[in-house]
């Protein structure tokens, strides 16, 4: 087992979340890490009992009453615990805990069945490891990992796995299907290697967006790219590049394609073109706008790159690390600089987005901060119901910080907003804030995570 004394605390921010939902404590050997991921989030924790082989067992009376014991102690909600049944193997989770097990007293192998099954995009795994043991080699197929405490000769080390997209296409051909019905006579549908563009005239604003294939074909229900749907209500022209994996638009042929279209004149038949993307599409945004001189750039939580020389302490997206980001599209804080105005979107207290944020020095640059909003904060405005009026504020050039401002208030109903503010006050040593802010929540609604923060305070 892991030191009596390693500070678990020192885990939270390392699994880069910004919302945990659901937790699995394998055998129940976390109790620790479940009291604090419950009271960070709110979340609820499930016991998953595996024997040697990975396989489902019940856990023994003994083993559930302690656990049970530890997590009420530590004012964990009865309710919010619960015990998985043989039947649950495939429910998945936003965090999985695996201490004392898999890796360390068992084949990490056998816990393929779980991972298999319990893992999505955005899962967490926390994992202690034994030296020797051949956990990394094995955990490499789901994602990267980043060690928290490396595994010595006679103690064992703490890892947190973070799960990457396996990357399951959709059937060969139906993209080309449903683009090439989309671009029509007059617009266009090129499939490259790894990636696509489909062109789709309508207006005299022209909005390239970046998607990833696999989320629009399986993820939305009408199969559309980035923000269609609100493109074509504007009525303005879509160009929609799309990547076939989490490739960041590092490929030649990505290159190539936009030169060309720069070369041909393309860009300059429309009276405003604006690169609009989200993370790995805010990069692709800020950086192929150099396509487009004088274009508009509106990028929510981008990266800058991924180069490593230049960005030693992004330790997210691994997979991409062996990309070639050079070239003229490769640094999007050098490509922007061709832009007109670059509008980047991002929480400050996301520490990798803000540095990311702060390489863009630009004098074109405008920087529009949601803090405690989290990474994927375009899904938490879209969930306010805000982002599309910001989106087109920004593309249409009219967006004001007092206009920003105003739309932006709406956060402090929006849930995730007001936990994050008061785990904030309690993380600064604000206890009396973080009160003040669970009687505030509680006037206007019975909250049970705010609720049971204030009877811990």
Not at 23 to 38: F, K, R
Not at 364 to 389: A, I, K
Request: hydrophobic share 40%; net charge neutral.
């Amino acid at each position: 087992m892991l030191t009596g004394e390693f500070d678990f605390r020192t885990v939270l921010p390392e699994l880069d979340a910004d919302d945990v939902g659901s937790v699995a404590d394998i055998n129940g050997q976390a109790p620790e890490l479940c009291v604090l991921l419950h009271h960070r989030f709110g979340c609820r924790i499930d016991l998953v009992c595996l024997d040697r082989k990975g396989r489902s067992r019940t856990p023994e009376a003994s083993e559930l009453q302690t656990w049970l014991s530890r997590l009420e102690q530590g004012g964990v909600d009865r309710e919010a615990i619960e015990i998985a049944e043989g039947g649950d193997e495939n429910r998945q989770y936003d965090v999985i805990l695996a201490l004392n097990s898999f890796g360390v007293r068992h084949k990490i192998q056998n816990i393929k069945p779980l991972l298999d099954g319990a893992l999505h995009p955005l899962s967490r795994v926390v994992i202690e490891i034994r030296k020797g043991s051949g956990s990394y080699p094995f955990l490499k197929a789901y994602g990267g990992c980043n060690t928290l405490l490396a595994p010595g000769a006679d103690s064992n080390g703490l890892a947190v796995l973070s799960a990457e997209p396996q990357e399951v296409l959709p059937p060969s051909g139906e993209w080309s299907k449903v683009a090439r019905g989309l671009a029509g006579e007059e617009g266009f549908f090129d499939e490259l290697e790894e990636h696509s563009f489909l062109f789709m005239p309508r207006g005299e604003t022209l909005v390239v967006t970046f998607d990833n294939l696999d989320i629009a074909m399986t993820k939305r229900d009408n199969r559309r790219p980035w923000g269609f749907s609100f493109i074509e209500a504007q009525g303005w022209s879509m160009l929609g590049v799309m990547a076939n994996g989490w490739t960041w638009f590092r490929h030649q042929e990505v290159t190539r394609k936009f030169e060309e279209l720069r070369d041909s004149g393309f860009f300059q038949q429309f009276s405003r073109v604006v690169f609009y993307g989200a993370s790995m599409g805010g990069y692709a945004a800020a950086a192929f706008a150099a396509a487009a001189p004088g274009s508009t750039v509106f990028a929510i939580s981008p990266q800058s790159t991924l180069d490593k020389s230049l960005v030693p302490w992004e330790m997210r997206y691994k997979k991409v690390w062996d990309r070639d980001f050079s070239g003229p599209f490769g640094d999007a804080v050098q490509a922007s600089q061709q832009a007109g105005d670059v509008h980047i979107m991002f929480d400050p207290y996301v520490a990798a987005d803000a540095a990311h944020a702060a390489r863009f020095t630009g004098s074109n640059v405008t920087f529009w901060r949601c803090p405690l909003l989290g990474h994927r904060l375009g899904s938490s405005l879209q969930q306010m119901g805000v982002l599309q009026e910001v989106a087109r504020g920004a593309i249409a050039g009219d967006l004001t910080p007092h206009r920003f401002h105003r739309l932006l208030r709406k956060r402090h109903g929006f849930p995730r907003f007001q936990r994050e503010l008061a785990n904030l006050a309690l993380d600064r040593g604000h206890p009396g804030l973080a009160k003040q802010v669970c009687a505030y929540i509680l006037r206007q609604r019975d909250d049970r995570f705010f609720r049971r923060m204030k009877e811990r305070l």
